[in-house]
């Protein structure tokens, strides 16, 4: 069992910034650079959503659409972590943000979605005035 811990949500108004973190608490370094990990959001009243993925190496990254590059992933497989950078937020961003991890070397369309194995319990982010 993964156990993913998210931090660095809050309530931050439109054209603010917002930077999450997931760590790995537990999971070995050897092992943590083994993981594709993903943010996923859900908004009150909505399905969760893939927001964007990173895969094993650091280097291969994918966002959902509706993001327009105001977000950007990235990892550092030498603390265990997980970041997402998000600049210029709006109201409809307002959700709960989940890392959630799995254990393959693959890159791609695969890492899109929620086919994802572990969970965090995610971390409110709300965006208003």
């Known amino acids: 069992q993964v156990h993913l811990v998210e931090s660095g949500g809050g309530l931050v108004q439109p054209g603010d910034s917002l930077r999450l973190s997931c760590e790995a608490p537990?999971?070995?370094?050897?092992?943590?650079?083994?993981?594709?990990f993903a943010w996923v959001r859900q908004a009150p009243g909505k399905e969760r959503e893939f927001v964007a993925s990173?895969?094993?190496?650091?280097?291969?990254?994918y966002y959902a659409d509706s993001l327009e590059g105001r977000f950007a992933i990235t990892r550092d497989n030498d603390k265990n972590m997980v970041f997402l950078q998000m600049n210029n937020l709006r109201p409809e961003d307002t959700a709960v943000y989940s890392c959630?991890?799995?254990?393959?070397?693959?890159?791609?369309?695969?890492?899109?979605?929620?086919?994802?194995?572990?969970w965090g319990q995610g971390t409110q982010v709300t965006v208003s005035s």
């Open positions: 959630a991890g799995k254990a393959t070397y693959n890159s791609g369309e695969y890492l899109r979605g929620l086919d994802y194995d572990y």
């Open positions: 537990g999971l070995p370094g050897r092992a943590f650079v083994m993981y594709a």
């Open positions: 990173v895969a094993w190496n650091g280097r291969d990254k």
